[in-house]
Nanobody, 117 residues
Framework: QVQLVESGGGLVQAGGSLRLSCAAS????????MGWFRQAPGKEREFVAE????????YYADSVKGRFTISRDDAKNTMYLQMNSLKPEDTAVYYC??????????WGQGTQVTVSS
């Protein structure tokens, strides 16, 4: 089992920045890929970014490429999402997840990000 807790969400004006954190506990997450997803009101959950167990080859959704940066610090069992140049359409609940198998197996409870125009 892996427990994930997101933090760092909040209210920010358009053009601002936030850094989300995802703290993992339980089974070590350092051997597994991790990712960020988001769900806006009335919409399905969508992929935002992911990072491999080695930290190499991060991958981003086109909508956030160039603005968001995913990273991980396995010594702290924590993954981050640095979000810059935020837009109102980035407003959503953001979730982190760990991929133990071919799918994402463990999820956090989410943190709200609201971007005002």
């Amino acid at each position: 089992q892996v427990q994930l807790v997101e933090s760092g969400g909040g209210l920010v004006q358009a053009g601002g920045s936030l850094r989300l954190s995802c703290a993992a506990s339980g089974r070590s997450s350092s051997r597994y890929g991790m990712g960020w997803f988001r769900q806006a009101p009335g919409k399905e959950r969508e992929f935002v970014a992911e990072i491999s167990w080695s930290g190499a080859s991060p991958y981003y959704a086109d909508s956030v490429k160039g603005r968001f940066t995913i990273s991980r610090d396995d010594a702290k069992n924590t993954m981050y999402l640095q979000m810059n140049s935020l837009k109102p359409e980035d407003t959503a609940v953001y979730y982190c997840a760990v991929r133990v198998t071919v799918t994402y197996d463990y999820w956090g409870q989410g943190t709200q990000v609201t971007v005002s125009s």
